[in-house]
């Protein structure tokens, strides 16, 4: 369970309760600073081990193919994904890493693959499951993914290179590519 500090501050003389803590320092150990005005109050929360996708300092690159891995169908836009999305990473257990950590997890390339565009945000930052569910959900952005169990086992091998849990995962989804969790 996450830890959430409120902080309460009154507004006077022009100083904001930020000026009282170092945003940035929250920010790089994994925090999210926030503030909600109410009349003259300003209360503050520190969400500690909120997710932050700049906590992990992904060096984006373009892929040398038009080729996306998911559908293996040309791309009118490739981009990079995630196979384990950094989302999906911190929360099953990359918050309490070091900042070298995520860095290293963001661009470890055998976490990579090439992807169109629309397919990419379509998958977002779900597992397997809801992947394959989004990939024919009916609102019009359906794909068939050919490579499916060749993602759920480039899945499966991220995740345990990196001693991630698989909680929040379907047991059935990778059973049906012979992948035991």
């Known amino acids: 369970m996450k830890y959430i500090l409120i902080l309460a501050a009154l507004l006077s003389y022009g100083t904001l309760a930020s000026d009282f803590y170092d945003h940035k320092a929250l920010t790089e150990k994994g925090e999210t600073w926030a503030q909600f005005g109410i009349g003259s109050l300003i209360t503050s929360a520190v969400v500690a081990g909120s997710y932050n996708r700049a906590q992990f300092y992904f060096q984006s690159y ?9 559908t293996n169908q040309t791309c009118s836009s490739i981009n990079i994904d995630h196979v384990v999305s950094l989302k999906d990473a911190h929360d099953s ?3 309490s890493w070091s900042t070298y950590k995520k860095r290293t997890f963001a661009n470890d390339k055998a976490n990579h693959v090439p992807s169109c565009g629309r397919v990419k945000s379509s998958k977002g930052s779900v597992g ?4 394959l569910r989004r990939s024919n959900d009916g609102k019009g952005l359906e794909y068939k993914i050919v490579r499916f169990c060749e993602y759920v086992e480039k899945y499966y091998a991220v995740k345990l290179k990196y001693e991630l849990s698989f909680g929040a995962n379907s047991k059935a989804t990778f059973q049906s590519c012979d992948v035991a969790i």
Do not use: L
């Open 93 to 95: 257990g990359a918050s």
């Open 62 to 70: 373009k892929p040398d193919t038009s080729i996306g891995f998911y």
């Open 128 to 131: 397997p499951k809801d992947f």
